[in-house]
C-alpha cells in the first residue's frame, strides 16, 4: 500500500520530537531535561521533579515554594465525588477507580475543556498533581471499608498521601520518614519515560485536542496492563506463586523458557533497554535498605534474588537481552511500606503523572502539531458483493 510500512508495536517508529527526556537503551542512560536519572534521584525530590519535567527547567527556592503551596491548595475533592467510590463495588480494582475518576473531573471542571487556554492548562495540571493522591488515598479506603481521611496542606506531597492512605480517625497517626523518603524517590524513578505505551496514549488522545483529565485518564488504562505499569503487581503475584510452589526457582525458569501458557518473568525486559535498565539499579539499593531501616524481612526478595541471579546466568534471557526493568523490586518495597499488591500500578501512575503532563503541554503546544493517526496495512477481502440476509 504505497508509502506505508508496517512497523508492529512502534519498535522504529518515531511519531514526535521531545525535549523532555532523554533515553539510550544500549547503554543504559536516563535523563529528565538532560539531568541523569541517578542525580534526580539522588538529590532531588518529587515536586521538583515534576516542576523539572513540565517546566524544564528545575525551580528556584521560590518557585518551588509557590508551585507546593499552589498544589496543596487543591488537594480536596469535590464532596460529590466521593459518590462515585460508594458507586463502585468494594473489590473494585483501584486503577478502574483511578481512570474513572480523574476521567470524572472534567465534568467538575468544565472551563477546562479547551486545550489552547494557557491559564486553564495550568489550572489543570495543578489540580491533576493536586487531587490524584487523594483520589488513589480513597480507592484504597474504599477497599479497606475505611472512612476517608482529608487531606492535610502542612504536609509534604508524599507525606500527605501516606496520612490519607494509613491514617484512620480513631488513632494518632506517626510517618515513618524511612518509607516517606523512599517513595519520593520511587515516585521520581517513575516521573517519565518518553513514548511508553501509557505516554503515546496520552498524546495520542490529547491530539484529538480531548481536554487534559480525558487524555490522562486514558494514560492510567494504558498503564494498566501487566506488560506495562501493571507488571509490579504482576511481578508479586509470580514471587508469591513460586513461594507457594516450594520456592522453586529453577523449575519456573524452565516454564518460561519453554513459554508454558506464555508464562513471562515479569519484571524482565525492555523495548529500549537492551543492557540494564538504569532505574532498576537505584531500585535494587533501596530495596534492600528500606527492607533493613524498616526492620522487615522477605522471603520473597530471596526468591527474587535467585530469580535474577539464575536468569542472568542463563542463555534464554542473555541472548534476548533481557535485564531486570523498574518493577522487578518496586513490589518488594511498596509491600513492605504496607502497599496492598492492588495498590502498587496506582503508586507508578502517581509518579508518572507529572510525565503525562509535560508530554501533553510539549504535544499541544508544537506549532503544526497534527492529530495522531496512524496507517495499517490491510490483510482483509479486497472486495465482494453483498449478500442479502436470506440468501447467506
Ligand atoms: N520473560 C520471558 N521472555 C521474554 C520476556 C520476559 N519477561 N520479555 C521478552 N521475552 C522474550 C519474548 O518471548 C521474545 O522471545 P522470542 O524471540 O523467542 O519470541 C523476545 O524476548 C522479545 O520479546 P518481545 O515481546 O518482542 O519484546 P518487546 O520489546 O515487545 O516487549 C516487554 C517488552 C517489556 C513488554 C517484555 O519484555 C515483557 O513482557 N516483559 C515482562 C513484563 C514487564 O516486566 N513489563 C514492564 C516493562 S518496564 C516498566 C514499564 O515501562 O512499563
Known sequence: TGLVTLDAGYGNTAGVKSAITYLDGEQGILRYRGYPIEQVAERGNFLETAYLLINGELPTVDELAGFQTEISQHTMLHEDVKRFYDGFPRDAHPMAMLSSVVSALST???????????EQRHISTIRLLAKLPTIAAYAYKKAIGHPVVYPRNDLGYVENFLQMTFSVPAEKYELDPVVASALDKLL?????????????????????QANMFASISAGISALWGPL???????????????????????SFIRKVKNKEDGVRLMGFGHRVYKSFDPRAKIIKDAAHQVLSALGKSDELLDIALKLEEHALQDDYFVSRNLYPNVD?????????????TSMFTVLFAMGRLPGWIAQWHEMIKEPGSRIGRPRQIYTGVVERDYVPVEQR
Open 108 to 118: 467538575f471542571y468544565q472551563d477546562s475543556h479547551n486545550p489552547f487556554d494557557e
Open 188 to 208: 521520581i524513578l517513575h516521573a517519565d519515560h518518553e513514548q511508553n505505551c501509557s505516554t503515546s496514549t496520552v498524546r495520542l488522545v490529547g491530539s484529538s
Open 228 to 250: 506495562h505499569g501493571g507488571a509490579n503487581q504482576a511481578v508479586l503475584e509470580m514471587l508469591e506463586q513460586i513461594q507457594r510452589d516450594g520456592g522453586d526457582v529453577d
Open 328 to 340: 522487578f523490586y518496586t513490589g518488594l518495597i511498596y509491600r513492605a511500606m504496607g502497599f496492598p
